[in-house]
T-cell receptor
Framework: GAVVSQHPSRVICKSGTSVKIECRSLDFQATTMFWYRQFPKQSLMLMATSNEGSKATYEQGVEKDKFLINHASLTLSTLTVTSAHPEDSSFYIC??????????????FGPGTRLTVT | AQTVTQSQPEMSVQEAETVTLSCTYDTSENNYYLFWYKQPPSRQMILVIRQEAYKQQNATENRFSVNFQKAAKSFSLKISDSQLGDTAMYFCASSGGGNQFYFGTGTSLTVIP
């Protein structure tokens, strides 16, 4: 149980275009979803936290107009990187937690999306 | 806020031997949780073990066990009978209050055949 998927697993886009990454909880309702960014050989950096039906809360230094997060349902959150630039190339990971699983303190991680901006 | 520190960027261990990864943390929460995650080359985050801070007994999952020292705010991971598949990045994390995670910087573990 508690499976989280991400799509796509890899994406290459041209500089200036936008790209959307989907994060889905497959067998539970995700009341909260998290988006992380991870550079090579580094730890996960939290970008934003989103609760279903509410606006996302962004961490300091993360541009909310560049990284648009939508958590429209209890099973789906999307991250859209707008006007992507090469420096946005990174590994993006989502995770989800649920107050309904009895372990609201735990996060279930997706497999990640590798974004390359050329 | 919480902080998590992993002071060993890289470690190696001979296959079948035992290795201990260190983690210290700082928190003002009364109730919190501690985790060890494994991130293999596939980069999928895999939960290795969790510890609830109000439980004194150290958590154990097969070959993985922790040494939880609450007063010292220490949470080390012991891997027994190391296997080649244990080669990965290992992240220590804490959560409490809300469900936000605080990650350490990671330890790269290599199991040598």
């Amino acid at each position: 149980g508690a499976v989280v998927s991400q799509h796509p697993s890899r994406v290459i886009c041209k500089s200036g275009t936008s790209v959307k990454i989907e994060c889905r909880s497959l067998d539970f309702q995700a009341t909260t979803m998290f988006w992380y960014r991870q550079f090579p050989k580094q730890s996960l950096m939290l970008m934003a936290t989103s609760n279903e039906g509410s606006k996302a809360t962004y961490e300091q230094g993360v541009e909310k107009d560049k990284f648009l997060i939508n958590h429209a349902s209890l099973t789906l959150s999307t991250l859209t990187v707008t006007s992507a630039h090469p420096e946005d190339s990174s590994f993006y990971i989502c995770s989800a937690s649920s107050s309904g699983t009895g372990r609201s303190y735990e996060q279930y991680f997706g497999p990640g999306t590798r974004l390359t901006v050329t | 806020a919480q902080t998590v520190t992993q002071s060993q960027p890289e470690m190696s261990v001979q296959e079948a031997e035992t290795v201990t990864l260190s983690c210290t943390y700082d928190t003002s929460e009364n109730n919190y949780y501690l985790f060890w995650y494994k991130q293999p080359p596939s980069r999928q985050m895999i939960l290795v073990i969790r510890q609830e801070a109000y439980k004194q007994q150290n958590a154990t999952e097969n070959r993985f066990s922790v040494n939880f020292q609450k007063a010292a705010k220490s949470f080390s991971l012991k891997i027994s009978d190391s296997q080649l598949g244990d080669t990965a990045m290992y992240f220590c994390a804490s959560s409490g209050g809300g469900n936000q995670f605080y990650f350490g910087t990671g330890t790269s573990l290599t199991v040598i055949p």
